[in-house]
């Protein structure tokens, strides 16, 4: 089983006490008092989740986002005040498989308003090769399904039992945010349960979402645009989160180690993608912000490829090509046409 490391839920010792400065900058004033007045109290598991409630809920949300800037949201130890923070909360948005112990911690909070992003989209299967030409056939049926805007009711076919087995052999990938589609799907549904939640500004989050669905719907164009004329269609990343991404623009991901990104390859994998880089002409390994880029570097020694950055936007750092979520897609389109040689 290729699982990132698990974390119970009684691992709360030893982690740092979540402090004020996690809160959203557009939240910090209100919460200095100790109180956010008549905002309604968000909850947020990690970055792609706090940035959704950020810009649908505008000024009528207070955001806390359980995962601190620079950590990796799989690693997450949750503290007794952040525990307790959950079950005060008005509304809590979460991505279920991810975060093991945030996922039981909201099971046992009790919160009326609890929303999970997986449910919002439909969740596929992605190994640590993705093609998006293997799977042209399929994609163009769920385009006609879903549609590229994503229809409302996509959401309704998600079983409970999809998608939540994290990092294990055939179970579904969790990383929907990266495919700016599926992303503007969850926006739309995190919009009517914030209008379900909070009636009284309910018009403001159906123009913020719209908004939003606009930028993302801009994003998707122009990786579109961007990613058309390739000179290769395949790039290997240590973290193979890009499957989504892969799928929606027709390029191969080749994960190094499939979907953690600390692990190590084997021997046997290594030599694989020396010949797949030959055969396909790939010229980049991508490394991740949040993990070490030592196995990068290695491979790309051994096989003279170059490093870059292909950022999984699971946190927003100092080094972040990019201030949010969508400044730092536009860089990782501008790392994929370099290294796809896009003309």
Not at 34 to 45: E, F, I, M, P, W
Not at 88 to 97: H, Q, T
Not at 178 to 205: M, R, T
Not at 218 to 225: F, V
Request: charged share 25%; proline share 4%; with cysteine.
């Amino acid at each position: 089983m290729n699982v990132r490391r698990l974390i119970p839920t009684t691992a709360v010792a030893g982690a740092v006490v979540l402090g004020l400065t996690a809160l959203s900058a557009c939240s910090t004033s209100d919460a200095a008092d100790g109180g956010n007045g008549d905002k309604l109290k968000v909850t947020a598991s990690f970055y792609p989740m706090q940035f959704l409630a950020e810009k649908i809920g505008g000024e009528h949300v207070a955001v806390t986002s359980l995962t601190k800037p620079g950590v990796e949201p799989h690693d997450l130890e949750l503290t007794p005040r952040q525990i307790g923070s959950i079950s005060e909360s008005d509304y809590v948005l979460y991505l279920k498989g991810i975060q093991p112990a945030v996922d039981d911690a909201i099971k046992q909070s009790g919160v009326k308003n609890t929303v999970d992003a997986a449910t919002l989209t439909t969740l596929e299967n992605h190994g640590a090769e993705v093609s998006g030409h293997d799977h042209g056939h399929e994609e163009e049926a769920h385009e006609d399904e879903h549609g590229h805007e994503g229809e409302e009711e996509a959401h309704e076919e998600h079983s409970e039992g999809d998608g939540h087995n994290h990092g294990e052999e055939g179970g579904a990938d969790p990383h929907i945010w990266l495919d700016p589609v599926k992303y503007a799907e969850v926006a739309k549904g995190v919009g009517k349960s914030l209008e379900k939640a909070d009636p009284d500004h309910a018009a403001d989050y159906k123009k913020n979402t719209e908004a939003l669905v606009g930028e993302l719907n801009k994003l998707n164009t122009a990786y579109e645009t961007g990613l058309k004329n390739t000179a290769t269609k395949t790039f290997i990343t240590t973290h193979s989160a890009f499957g989504y991404l892969a799928e929606r623009y027709g390029l191969t991901q080749q994960g190094i180690a499939g979907i953690d990104p600390e692990a190590e390859p084997t021997p046997a994998r290594i030599q694989e993608l020396h010949t797949i880089a030959e055969k396909e002409k790939a010229t980049t390994v991508f490394f991740e912000t949040l993990a070490s880029d030592r196995t990068a570097k290695t491979l790309a020694k051994d096989t003279g490829l170059k490093t870059d950055v292909l950022d999984p936007l699971e946190g927003i750092t100092k080094k972040s090509q990019g201030a949010d979520y969508i400044e730092v897609m536009e860089s990782n389109l501008a790392a994929l046409q370099k290294a796809l040689g896009a003309k």
